[in-house]
């Protein structure tokens, strides 16, 4: 019986770590494919937007999330509802400006970094910017979703 | 704990940019020295890249398995681990047949392969399966090269989404 078990926490872990090591290989081939760090940060964000266009409706089908009236109550969505769900964390919510347009996220334990060194000449990597482009791509793509569903 | 919908979208936009880069115009346009020769090039370099990076992960993620799945006594039990345990962990299901002809040669069979699933069935598309195969085809040999085999492993589609994976093991 704890045998299953086992595999079954086993299977789990190595789920979740394939995403860490495939995205790991990735910026690694662009950094590669790529001169400088500008242009892998660059590329990172162009596929997270890509993915984000497409990770909304499958948030949509999964969360069961109602509209959100506010910006307040989108960055709550985000960092409790989303981010659980993806990534199993659940990042802080501060640095609000006065108009209340922006917002930070911060990750204590960011799972993409896990197993990961980045050496001394790549300092202006960023390396996570894949899900700037995925907060990015989502977001805009639920703004027209919601136009959409007024018309 | 990454979702698992996580690694699929990040492997469809993977392959979709690793292809982008070719610039290529497409077959029969030029008839110059990007023409014909120059597609087969671009498709290769693409594709092995792709299986570089399989490769690299399935390395890393035979790296972390416990120890005691580390002491097989024989070759089929090896392949018969990748079939459950490890296509389990990576796709959330088991491969539905593993053949072999007891002399190296091994074909796996998913009928129903996660990464070809939301692209058509049948005989649609059959063209365009192989770049979303080449990373997969890496991440089986590059497990199999971290439990101590090496191998050459390649992948072919009759109709999507069911998809035959052959290992053929390299004796030195």
């Given at each position: 019986?704890?045998?299953?078990?086992n595999r079954?926490?086993?299977?789990?872990?190595?789920?979740?770590?394939?995403?860490?090591?495939?995205?790991?290989?990735?910026?690694?081939?662009?950094?590669?494919?790529?001169?400088?760090?500008?242009?892998?940060?660059?590329?990172?964000?162009?596929?997270?937007?890509?993915?984000?266009?497409?990770l909304?409706?499958?948030?949509?089908?999964?969360?069961?999330?109602?509209?959100?009236?506010?910006?307040?109550?989108?960055?709550?969505?985000?960092?409790?509802?989303?981010?659980?769900?993806?990534?199993?964390?659940?990042?802080?919510?501060?640095?609000?400006?006065?108009?209340?347009?922006?917002?930070?996220?911060?990750?204590?334990?960011?799972?993409?970094?896990?197993?990961?060194?980045?050496?001394?000449?790549?300092?202006?990597?960023?390396?996570?910017?894949?899900?700037?482009?995925?907060?990015?791509?989502?977001?805009?793509?639920?703004?027209?979703?919601?136009?959409?569903?007024?018309? | 704990?990454?979702?698992?919908?996580?690694?699929?979208?990040?492997?469809?936009?993977?392959?979709?940019?690793?292809?982008?880069?070719?610039?290529?115009?497409g077959?029969?346009?030029?008839?110059?020295?990007?023409?014909e020769?120059?597609?087969?090039a671009?498709?290769?370099?693409?594709?092995?890249?792709?299986?570089?990076?399989?490769?690299?992960?399935?390395?890393?993620?035979?790296?972390?398995?416990?120890?005691?799945?580390?002491?097989?006594?024989?070759?089929?039990?090896?392949?018969?681990?990748?079939?459950?345990?490890?296509?389990?962990?990576?796709?959330?299901?088991?491969?539905?047949?593993?053949?072999?002809?007891?002399?190296?040669?091994?074909?796996?069979?998913?009928?129903?392969?996660?990464?070809?699933?939301?692209?058509?069935s049948?005989l649609?598309?059959?063209?365009?399966?192989?770049?979303?195969?080449?990373?997969?085809?890496?991440?089986?040999?590059?497990?199999?090269?971290?439990?101590?085999?090496?191998?050459?492993?390649?992948?072919?589609?009759?109709?999507?989404?069911?998809?035959?994976?052959?290992v053929?093991?390299q004796?030195?």
């Amino acid at each position: 019986m704890s045998r299953q078990a086992n595999r079954g926490t086993e299977s789990k872990k190595m789920s979740s770590e394939l995403f860490t090591l495939t995205y790991g290989a990735l910026v690694t081939q662009l950094c590669r494919d790529y001169e400088n760090d500008e242009d892998v940060n660059k590329q990172l964000d162009k596929m997270g937007y890509n993915i984000g266009v497409r990770l909304i409706e499958d948030f949509l089908a999964r969360s069961n999330v109602g509209r959100c009236h506010d910006f307040r109550e989108t960055a709550d969505v985000i960092a409790k509802v989303a981010f659980k769900m993806y990534l199993g964390i659940t990042p802080s919510i501060t640095n609000w400006s006065p108009a209340g347009d922006e917002f930070s996220l911060i990750l204590e334990n960011n799972p993409l970094v896990d197993f990961v060194e980045l050496p001394d000449n790549h300092s202006s990597l960023i390396y996570s910017n894949l899900l700037c482009g995925v907060l990015r791509g989502a977001l805009e793509m639920i703004r027209k979703l919601r136009y959409t569903a007024n018309a | 704990m990454a979702d698992a919908a996580l690694f699929e979208f990040l492997h469809t936009e993977m392959v979709a940019e690793l292809w982008a880069q070719d610039p290529d115009p497409g077959p029969g346009v030029s008839a110059g020295p990007r023409g014909e020769g120059g597609r087969a090039a671009g498709q290769k370099m693409s594709l092995s890249v792709l299986e570089g990076m399989g490769f690299r992960v399935g390395q890393a993620l035979g790296e972390r398995l416990p120890r005691e799945t580390l002491a097989f006594r024989e070759e089929l039990d090896v392949l018969k681990f990748l079939c459950k345990d490890v296509w389990a962990a990576v796709f959330q299901k088991q491969m539905d047949s593993l053949r072999t002809n007891h002399q190296g040669t091994y074909v796996l069979q998913d009928h129903s392969f996660p990464l070809l699933i939301r692209m058509a069935s049948g005989l649609q598309y059959l063209e365009e399966v192989p770049k979303f195969l080449a990373f997969t085809c890496g991440l089986l040999r590059g497990t199999l090269s971290t439990l101590g085999i090496k191998s050459l492993v390649t992948a072919s589609v009759a109709a999507l989404p069911a998809c035959k994976f052959q290992v053929v093991i390299q004796r030195s």
